[in-house]
């Protein structure tokens, strides 16, 4: 096999698969990248550079990790397919400073192997994420005590638009809020679902976060900030008083603690959730938090 050449290219691709009679699985989203230039695009969007530690998720044949590995000082990779270990291993072999690890991401002790594995340099995470877990492989990072101020990840563009969305938006919704929360969150540009082998449905977009120093609102208690911005948006169609009845209940108590929660955020029970911006979210789980520690009845 020519190694001189890059993974990400029609015929390197194609010689891979056929050496390791490799196919694509769609359980695992698999799509492979054929277009170097989009590659060159990523880490430049990253600001990887040798002293940099990048995890990557999802390797595939390796065509990003070689492209991070010419730059950063370590990489990182998670591979839950069996199938790709030895490949990976065959097509990497020449960059010493990339670390293999076969383990599900939502899964491995990230806190634990980082730790062990890079001390006191950049971290980063530089990844082409399945369609299928997207989500939760994203948050598992962002809601995570390691100290990774930056994420470039491709996606498909759907779910990218989810998380730089605005309110009054179709995409805008629980997710949106979630990211926002913690990160500054910016589309660098969109992949076309021609570059891919085999090729997806839909084009993908590269998506950078960048950690906030703090998080964008001030909440009394995250835990319930979260869960009344999910309730605010399980039926879209439906009034915001509708949707937190629906999730809190409609006893009057309940009833009364969320209108007097609801005016003094100076809401409207009438509106949708898609209109509120987080900041608003905030007010009212704030408002609402402190009506419920000073209530003598359990809400």
Known sequence: MDKSKDIATPSRTAEIIKTYGLSMKKSLGQNFL??????????DVANINENSCVIEVGPGIGA????????????IAFEIDDYLIPVLHDTLHDYSNVTIIHQDILKAPLEQIVAEMSSDVPLSVVANLPYYIT????MRFVESQLPIDTFVMMMQKEVAERMTAKPKTKAYGSLTIAIQYYMHATIAFI????VFSPQPNVDSAILK???REKPLVYVANEDFFFELVKASFVQRRKTLWNNLQHHYGKSEHIKEWLAKGLAQADILPTIRGEALAIEQFAK???????LKEHSKSAI
Do not use: G
Request: hydrophobic residues 50%.
């Open 191 to 194: 992949v076309p679902k021609t």
């Open 34 to 43: 054929i277009e170097p230039n989009i590659l060159t695009r990523i880490v």
């Open 209 to 211: 976060l960048e950690r």
């Open 135 to 138: 989500t939760p492989i994203i």
């Open 284 to 290: 009212l789980a704030n408002a609402l938090w402190t």
């Open 64 to 75: 990003l990790t070689e492209r991070l590995a010419r730059v950063a000082k370590q990489v």
